[in-house]
């Protein structure tokens, strides 16, 4: 199974750049395409799509949200963070199967 | 507005069966791949399986295959999770989702809760 890595926490003071980071076991790449996804949950909500494929922005949300990366290495940054942020983000890989998440990083206010 | 319903969670005793539905609405389900992802108490997500726009292909993590089989009608706009011998492990919310890589809608999930 492929395996990604994130940082459990990071804290940020609104109005600054917030960078998250998902380090995979492999390469989740191919020659077309960077499976790589984010998403966003606030407690007690269902998960949402922010991007899709590496740096595709999800329909709905705002460009302040963006996605980088390729091969085992992928950023989510968010600049520039609001209070409604809060939440905590996921990376997912979907490569190839099991599709397999990250354990999350939950993002706070400094 | 894409709506994704679940229903059909609830308690029930470790080693008994339980079937989740998902409706879809506001979109045309059977152009979609669709898939279930479950979150334990307090834990990340975890991908359960997928089901291909016709139902012809199934995917499921090894740790419920051969217990549990996704399936769908496409008719009612549907997506099932059917869930035998079911274990403690197997407590979560369950989220319908749409799309085979990357879960573009969500519904609100579903408790399941295995105890005796």
């Known amino acids: 199974d492929i395996v990604l890595t994130q940082s459990p926490a990071l804290a940020v003071s609104l109005g600054q750049r917030a960078t998250i980071s998902c380090r995979a076991s492999q390469s989740v790449s191919t020659s077309s395409y960077n499976l790589m996804h984010w998403y966003q949950q606030k407690p007690g909500e269902q998960p949402k799509l922010l991007i899709y494929?590496?740096?595709n922005l999800a329909s709905g949300i705002p460009v302040r949200f963006s996605g980088s990366g390729s091969g085992t290495d992928f950023t989510l940054t968010i600049n520039p963070v609001q209070a409604d942020d809060i939440a905590t983000y996921y990376c997912?890989?979907?490569?190839?199967?099991?599709?397999?998440f990250g354990s999350g990083t939950k993002l706070e206010i400094k | 507005e894409v709506q994704l319903v679940e229903s059909g969670g609830g308690l029930v005793q470790p080693g008994r069966s339980m079937k989740l539905s998902c409706a879809a609405s506001?979109?045309?389900?059977?152009?979609?791949?669709m898939a279930w992802v479950r979150q334990a108490p307090t834990k990340g997500l975890e991908w359960v399986a997928t089901?291909?726009?016709?139902?012809?292909?199934?995917y499921y993590r090894d740790s419920v295959k051969g217990r549990f089989t996704i399936s769908r009608d496409n008719a009612k706009s549907t997506l099932y999770l059917q869930m035998n011998s079911l274990r403690s492990e197997d407590t979560a919310t369950y989220y319908c989702t749409r799309g085979r890589r990357a879960s573009d809608y969500w519904g609100q999930g579903v408790m399941v809760t295995v105890s005796s």
């Open positions: 494929d590496a740096s």
């Open positions: 997912q890989q979907s490569r190839e199967l099991p599709l397999t």
């Open positions: 506001g979109f045309t389900f059977s152009n979609y791949g």
């Open positions: 089901i291909s726009y016709d139902g012809s292909s199934t």
